[in-house]
């Protein structure tokens, strides 16, 4: 059992210049950004698949997904790896950021509710905000992050490059 000061470690990254957090637990590797494999007629933020050691991975531009801009490619662009449960099942899939930080512990008593209101995406997707060096670190929520069709379409995406 865990007490309400314990801790729970994320990796940060950076989107534009707001600063995110996944769980360590979901994140399988962190790589440097490769042009995907585009998928005709899948949506502008899924990028395409990426092989990432045998396995196709769909890969999103979680700045389109959010409703910024689209991720300009630097020399500190990276893709999160990323084995992700939803509705009882693991979806693997690459995350795009901007630039990926560190490794962080935040206390559990420290982790805010998702504001509902100053925020430019859609709050349905932060599982809680952290403040951090007097600037908030959203933590995004990823299995709310898809609807169900979408988890369904990147699954086939996935088993389709799996058969290639």
Known sequence: MTGPSSESQYVTFSLDNEVFAVPVSV?????????????????DYLLGLRDVRGQGVPVIDLRLRLGMTKTQKTHNTRALVLDVPIDGKILTLGLVADRVYEVVPFRNDEIEGAPDIGVRWPSDYISGVVRRNGAFVVIVDLARLFSSSEVAMMGTANRLAATA
Do not use: S, T
């Open 27 to 43: 994140v399988r590797e962190i790589l440097d950004h490769e042009d995907a494999f585009r998928i005709p007629h899948g949506p």
